[in-house]
T-cell receptor, first 111, second 114 residues
């Protein structure tokens, strides 16, 4: 069956530009997570959506980061006014019964 | 604070040798425990998980892990490593609450010599 799909797989942008990263979770999974993976920080939690509940945004590093999940399915992570320190791999996961399944990630490079 | 420790940043083993990757966590209760593997340019693939019950759990690709409550450890093992096992391995903890997020160790990079 289809796994978690993320697009684009790679994104190169200029400092100061906005970017949108997309995540299509596994059908039927009610929970969706975003993580960031960088050399210096390892794997960091960003945000978590569970059903219709308010998202847990406690991991977002600044107000330049936001995410939404439409219709309980697709999610978009938006980074405004990108900075070089935003360069990382952004991983999305969806979950059923406490098991998280990850997408291949989006590699973001901010020049 | 919640933490997951993988003390070995990089391990090198010969093909056919046994492997043990260490993971310790700090948390009062018994969380849900996971091992994931990541190959270059790929996402995280679940190897195995522990929720409760038998403390020795079997996973995919011939891996197993043992939960030891007294040591707050969840070490990953494989009796005979294959060259295709070269990858980065992450231990992760879920507190089992509605919060749901995973706490990850910093990862162990495995190199396999032919």
């Amino acid at each position: 069956g289809a796994g978690v799909s993320q697009s684009p797989s790679n994104k190169v942008t200029e400092k100061g530009k906005d970017v949108e990263l997309r995540c299509d979770p596994i059908s039927g999974h009610t929970a969706l997570y975003w993580y960031r993976q960088s050399l210096g920080q390892g794997l960091e939690f960003l945000i978590y959506f569970q059903g219709n509940s308010a998202p847990d945004k406690s991991g977002l590093p600044s107000d330049r980061f936001s995410a939404e999940r439409t219709g309980g399915s697709v999610s978009t992570l938006t980074i405004q006014r990108t900075q070089q320190e935003d360069s990382a791999v952004y991983l999305c996961a969806s979950s059923l019964q406490n098991i998280q399944y990850f997408g291949a990630g989006t590699r973001l490079s901010v020049l | 604070a919640q933490s997951v420790t993988q003390p070995d940043i990089h391990i090198t083993v010969s093909e056919g040798a046994s492997l043990e990757l260490r993971c310790n966590y700090s948390y009062g209760a018994t969380p849900y425990l996971f091992w994931y593997v990541q190959s270059p340019g790929q996402g995280l693939q679940l190897l195995l998980k522990y929720f409760s019950g038998d403390t020795l759990v079997q996973g995919i690709k011939g891996f197993e892990a043992e939960f030891k409550r007294s040591q707050s450890s969840f070490n990953l093992r494989k009796p005979s490593v294959h060259w295709s096992d070269a990858a980065e391995y992450f231990c992760a903890v879920d507190r089992g609450s509605t919060l749901g997020r995973l706490y990850f160790g910093r990862g162990t990079q495995l190199t396999v010599w032919p």
